[in-house]
């Protein structure tokens, strides 16, 4: 497993689509996720330190597993299947482990409330992590980002996530914090 942290929420400014941006830690590659606009509000507000006036449903999540006596210890993005990632959010029940499966976006906002850590399963950064170059442009990863490792390349599909990160716009939702 690979542990990464949330390096940015980017939005398009063509098609305003959100993107989180998945960092490995202590290394140079990047994970970018397809994200819902509320899924990327909510990971947005705890990055930038903003408190909602009544509880979202992720914060709602962590409240009743604390009341629980159930501790979120790490969430992990463990598959990518046809453009699909698939996640789960790893909970300590007295020390019996459970796992829930979740949809990254949603595992991801619990976790950065929770502060846990965010893995990624190896095969899925083999896959789908790129490098961004001095210009935060996306190179291309060994294999090639939302196909099977084996499929041949679709140099039009890649270029068409080029061009998507060329127009994220940085300054919509900010950096991470640190």
């Known amino acids: 497993?690979?542990?990464?942290?949330?390096?940015?929420?980017?939005?398009?400014?063509?098609?305003?689509?959100?993107?989180?941006?998945?960092?490995?830690?202590?290394?140079?590659?990047?994970?970018?996720?397809?994200?819902?606009?509320?899924?990327?509000?909510a990971i947005a507000m705890v990055l930038q330190g903003v408190d909602a006036a009544r509880p979202l449903p992720y914060d709602l999540l962590?409240?009743?597993l604390g009341e629980l006596d159930t501790k979120?210890?790490?969430?992990?993005?463990?598959d990518l299947n046809q453009d699909v990632f698939y996640a789960a959010i790893i909970l300590d029940r007295s020390g019996s482990m459970v796992q829930i499966d979740s949809r990254p976006s949603d595992a991801i906002a619990v976790?950065?409330?929770?502060?846990?850590?965010?893995?990624?399963d190896e095969?899925?950064?083999?896959?789908?992590?790129?490098?961004?170059?001095d210009e935060d442009e996306a190179e291309a990863p060994a294999t090639r980002p939302f196909e099977e490792a084996d499929a041949p390349i679709d140099e039009?599909?890649?270029s068409a996530f080029r061009d998507f990160i060329d127009t994220l716009d940085l300054d919509d939702f900010g950096r991470r914090r640190d």
């Open 1 to 41: 497993m690979i542990e990464t942290v949330v390096e940015s929420i980017r939005v398009s400014l063509v098609t305003q689509h959100r993107v989180v941006i998945l960092r490995e830690v202590g290394g140079d590659r990047h994970l970018p996720i397809w994200i819902g606009r509320f899924e990327a509000e």
């Open 62 to 64: 962590t409240n009743v």
């Open 72 to 78: 979120i210890e790490h969430i992990v993005v463990s």
């Open 111 to 120: 976790a950065v409330r929770a502060e846990v850590p965010i893995l990624v």
């Open 123 to 133: 095969s899925v950064m083999d896959r789908a992590g790129i490098t961004m170059g």
């Open 156 to 158: 039009e599909g890649l």
